[in-house]
T-cell receptor
Framework: KQEVTQIPAALSVPEGENLVLNCSFT??????LQWFRQDPGKGLTSLLL?????REQTSGRLNASLDKSSGRSTLYIAASQPGDSATYLC?????????FGKGTRLSVIA | KAGVTQTPRYLIKTRGQQVTLSCSPI?????VSWYQQTPGQGLQFLFE???????NKGNFPGRFSGRQFSNSRSEMNVSTLELGDSALYLC?????????????FGPGTRLLVL
């Protein structure tokens, strides 16, 4: 059974700092990995989707990497801003529906 | 293009009642998935529908059911509500592209069971 873990559960950083969020999964037989952002009381916004054959994806200040063999993914956020404050979730897709981690709650302090 | 819409946004029910939640996917998307999100368990998959057929089902009791209509709109129903059913219920629609299958989520329906 696929299990997804995200560390840390919460993170507080000053504005402008570069940061890394971690995601690990137990079963490397995945099709893709997706990073989402969730604002309080809201739905999920897809940030990046990495196919199992890819190593990384970039969108603006965000860069996500995938290492299937070690069961790890990282989300790198450059030059963080207060507007980046949210919960970040990673989800793994395989031959079963998406399995989510419990998220990292990020606070960027101005 | 309009996003995924869910109605109602908020709902208060009492134990033993039943509830129906609705989800309208993005135009052209034929797959609709439902998730339950609670502080303790996080996001858990309920079921997925594709072209009016249930394609996958999560590990939830039979009180949770769903269906999809010919226009891809989907409903989920929870019967005999329990306090533990209080949660944010999220619907997502998806479409297969060359870049893979990306899920687009609605804003959710927040259900409170008293």
């Amino acid at each position: 059974k696929q299990e997804v873990t995200q560390i840390p559960a919460a993170l507080s950083v000053p504005e402008g700092e570069n940061l890394v969020l971690n995601c690990s999964f137990t079963d490397s037989a995945i099709y893709n990995l997706q990073w989402f952002r969730q604002d309080p009381g809201k739905g999920l916004t897809s940030l990046l989707l990495i196919q199992s054959s890819q190593r990384e994806q970039t969108s603006g200040r965000l860069n996500a990497s995938l290492d299937k063999s070690s069961g790890r993914s990282t989300l790198y956020i450059a030059a963080s801003q207060p507007g980046d404050s949210a919960t970040y979730l990673c989800a793994v897709g395989g031959n079963t529906p998406l399995v989510f981690g419990k998220g990292t709650r990020l606070s960027v302090i101005a | 293009k309009a996003g995924v819409t869910q109605t109602p946004r908020y709902l208060i029910k009492t134990r033993g009642q039943q509830v129906t939640l609705s989800c309208s996917p993005i135009s052209g998307h034929r797959s609709v998935s439902w998730y339950q999100q609670t502080p303790g368990q996080g996001l858990q998959f309920l079921f997925e529908y594709f072209s009016e057929t249930q394609r996958n089902k999560g590990n939830f009791p039979g009180r949770f059911s769903g269906r999809q209509f010919s226009n891809s709109r989907s409903e989920m129903n929870v019967s005999t509500l329990e306090l533990g059913d209080s949660a944010l219920y999220l619907c997502a629609s998806s479409v297969q592209t060359s870049g893979g299958e990306t899920q687009y989520f609605g804003p959710g329906t927040r259900l409170l069971v008293l």
